[in-house]
């Protein structure tokens, strides 16, 4: 069974900075490819950001440029790091996984989720 297990939400102020991780269970790692996706309060969940298994990155118009995804095959966590942050970046921020080498950026085609982690930017 995988598991996906986020942290490092929290509260931050506008134009702060945080970063989020989460750890993986599989051991297989990898050759999965991994993305982080966002849902507000009354708002359906965007996908922001999705790197695949060789690395290639792809983002959603509303990060690009302040939000990188990476991650650490050895130890099986991929990254988020958030910077710039605008109060409408508030969220639960969720990790997903999805086995392949392909290029997966819709939310569907991933198959498997973690819990969420709470990001909250105050203004």
């Known amino acids: 069974q995988v598991q996906l297990v986020e942290s490092g939400g929290g509260l931050v102020q506008a134009g702060g900075s945080l970063r989020l991780s989460c750890a993986a269970s599989?051991?297989?790692?990898?050759?999965?490819?991994m993305s982080w996706s966002r849902q507000a309060p009354g708002k359906q969940r965007e996908l922001v950001a999705s790197?695949?298994?060789?690395?290639?990155?792809n983002y959603a118009d509303s990060v690009k440029g302040r939000f990188t995804i990476s991650r650490d095959n050895a130890g099986n966590t991929v990254f988020l790091q958030m910077n710039s942050l605008k109060p409408e970046d508030t969220a639960v921020y969720s990790c997903?996984?999805?086995?392949?080498?392909?290029?997966?950026?819709?939310?569907?085609?991933?198959?498997?989720w973690g819990q969420g982690t709470q990001v909250t930017v105050s203004s």
């Open positions: 997903a996984a999805v086995s392949g080498s392909g290029v997966y950026i819709e939310e569907g085609e991933y198959e498997y």
């Open positions: 599989m051991s297989i790692f990898s050759t999965n490819a």
């Open positions: 790197i695949t298994s060789g690395g290639r990155t």
